[in-house]
């Protein structure tokens, strides 16, 4: 199959999901399917990559390196080749796979959603990234500001139980009441003469 066939058909597959073929093309081999938010990559495999050494293993290597680029990554081989590739290596990058033939174009496995870097993303994720940048620089602001009141609370509450503690040590006693016995007193205390008599003598004797 030559690749204008196969874009198209990849364009077909991937307009079911809203996306459109990007026109930006940044190499060879890689095609871009985009909306207004997500963008997903597809690398296709050549024929050297099944013929080569290693050759597509590095392919994945390479199609790994940049995953955080894109939103989704699928890797995309010729459907006879399907059986030979490393499942399990697709699942732990978190890269797709696209089967093809003449016929079709499916998805044999799912690829991982990724949230892409910032240099990336659309002009508007970047305003609304850099306006969550300020508002969190913001209340770190504000925060570090409640921190330093709190201190100098904390010193101002000090200082005023130190003063209270001082000012309760300085507190003049009450005066010790004079005590009076009241009907305490035994009987012959009450209204008795000599009582006066005995009180005046202790008098002269002083």
Known sequence: MNDLKLTSMLQGHFSAKGLEISVNQL????????????????????????????????????????????????????????????????????????????????????????QRTSQNQPSGLNEVNAHLTAEIQRLRDEVEWLKKDLVNLRVELEKLRERRIVEKAVEPLNPIESQTYGDTLPSFFKDNPWITVLSNRGADLT
Request: proline share 5%; no cysteine.
């Open 27 to 114: 190499e060879d081999g890689l095609i871009q399917f985009k909306d207004d938010v997500n963008i997903v990559a597809a690398y296709i495999a050549k024929p050297e990559h099944y013929t080569a050494r290693n050759a597509f293993l590095n392919l994945m290597l390479k199609a790994a390196s940049r995953i955080n680029e894109y939103n989704q990554t699928y890797l995309v081989a010729p459907k006879l080749y399907g059986p030979m590739l490393d499942v399990k290596q697709l699942s732990t990058t978190g890269m797709g796979l696209i089967l093809y033939d003449e016929r079709e174009v499916y998805e044999a496995y799912p690829a991982r959603f990724f």
